[in-house]
């Protein structure tokens, strides 16, 4: 440093200290040099470790949220440049993907209690299961549908 550079830089450190000596000794936000409210160095370093725990934690909420709030990557398949997540139509996922390779439709009884407990039939409903081969190194992917939307969606192994 040249003397002028020198000079300056020791009037100001030299006006910050009499500014923290006015306040009290209290420093600027992250001196760590002296604190208001603790006598000793254990007692700063209690009170950083408080805080880096809270922080911790508000971190580990933030990604537990993230996790939960995204969809689940199972429930998603590509074709081409479309998602296919179940609740579209059966018209969207033939547009996106085109013709399965093999369905199946099937019926099953839709069953209802009675007050006592007891089962009842109170109709059919029909499913249709599509399965589309995804190319190598992809499981094949079974979609099922429930009056013209898709319901489920899973991969074999």
């Known amino acids: 440093m040249k003397g002028e550079e ?3 830089f020791y009037r100001r450190g030299s006006e910050w200290a009499a500014r923290k000596e006015a306040r009290g000794g209290i420093g600027r936000p992250g001196d760590r040099s002296s604190h208001s409210g603790c006598d000793t160095p ?3 370093a209690g009170e950083h470790a408080v805080a880096v725990k809270r922080r911790a934690r508000k971190i580990l909420l933030i990604v537990a949220a993230l ?3 995204s969809p689940a990557f199972s429930e ?3 074709c081409g440049s479309s998602l296919v997540q179940p609740g579209v139509t059966v018209g969207f996922v033939q547009e996106k993907c085109g013709p399965p390779k093999s369905r199946e439709t099937f019926s099953e009884p839709v069953m209802a209690r009675r ?3 007891t089962a009842y039939e109170v ?3 029909s499913k249709e299961v599509w399965r589309y ?3 190598n190194g992809s499981f094949p992917a079974l979609l099922t549908f429930e009056g013209g ?3 489920k969606l899973e991969f074999e192994k």
């Open 115 to 117: 007050a006592n407990g």
């Open 149 to 151: 939307v898709l319901k």
């Open 123 to 125: 109709g059919t409903t």
């Open 42 to 44: 254990t007692e700063h």
């Open 6 to 8: 020198f000079e300056a």
């Open 67 to 69: 996790i939960a709030s």
């Open 76 to 78: 998603t398949l590509r």
């Open 133 to 135: 081969q995804r190319g």
